[in-house]
């Protein structure tokens, strides 16, 4: 079992909808969470940084942390043609310098 | 002005060529690392430094040797290139290890032919 799941998709939605991406992880130790955007050949680019359990928002984005579930959400609102890409989660526990990434979910935004 | 710059982008080589990949920061961030992302988009730890200090080696073969002459730059190294090593290399940084957010650089295509 990989330390950190996640569904590779692809998800395809309509402009306009509500996208919701997920993380499940094994590990009780991670306490910074991230979410990456990757488009085609480019390097994955930081959209939200979570430290331990609760919500953080960034204009349409939103995460969400819930340890004792150990999963976690990334909400797009008003999704765009434009955020068709790969999403990766990644996370990270204290003192091991290194992230642990998801496999990445495939989005597409249909105009 | 980009923050983590990574040279060359592609790279096309023959197998058990010898060959280099170099990376740098301009974000002032104290800890390195090299990713390698295969077909399936996983990206997976290969090394961490800190302060040009290795921390993590993460049971990559010995023929990657990667070097850091100072806490800007960090250079990736391979000998003797093999089919299997065909993927995209990633470096990144951080500020200060993994409690902060790590920054990517646009990639490295290696193609071992």
């Known amino acids: 079992q990989k330390e950190v799941e996640q569904d590779p998709g692809p998800l395809s939605v309509p402009e306009g909808a509500i996208v919701s991406l997920n993380c499940t992880y094994s590990?009780?130790?991670?306490?910074?969470f991230m979410w990456y955007r990757q488009y085609s050949r480019k390097g994955p680019e930081l959209l939200m940084y979570t430290y331990s359990s609760g919500n953080k928002e960034d204009g349409r984005f939103t995460a969400q942390v819930d340890k004792s579930s150990k999963y976690i959400s990334l909400f797009i609102r008003d999704s765009q043609p434009s955020d068709s890409a790969t999403y990766l989660c990644?996370?990270?526990?204290?003192?091991?310098?290194?992230?642990?990434f998801g496999t990445g979910t495939r989005l597409k935004v249909l105009a | 002005d980009t923050a983590v710059s990574q040279t060359p982008k592609y790279l096309v080589t023959q197998m058990g060529n010898d060959k280099s990949i170099k990376c740098e920061q301009n974000l002032g961030h104290d800890t390195m690392y090299w990713y390698k992302q295969d077909s399936k988009k996983f990206l997976k730890i290969m090394f961490s430094y800190n302060n040009k200090e290795l921390i993590i080696n993460e049971t990559v073969p010995n023929r990657f040797s990667p070097k850091s002459p100072d806490k800007a730059h960090l250079n990736l190294h391979i000998n003797s290139l093999e089919l299997g090593d065909s993927a995209v290399y990633f470096c990144?940084?951080?500020?200060?290890?993994?409690?902060?957010?790590?920054?990517f650089g646009q990639g490295t295509r290696l193609t071992v032919v």
């Open positions: 990144a940084s951080s500020l200060f290890g993994q409690d902060t957010e790590a920054f």
């Open positions: 590990n009780s130790a991670f306490q910074y």
């Open positions: 990644a996370m990270s526990a204290g003192g091991t310098y290194k992230y642990i």
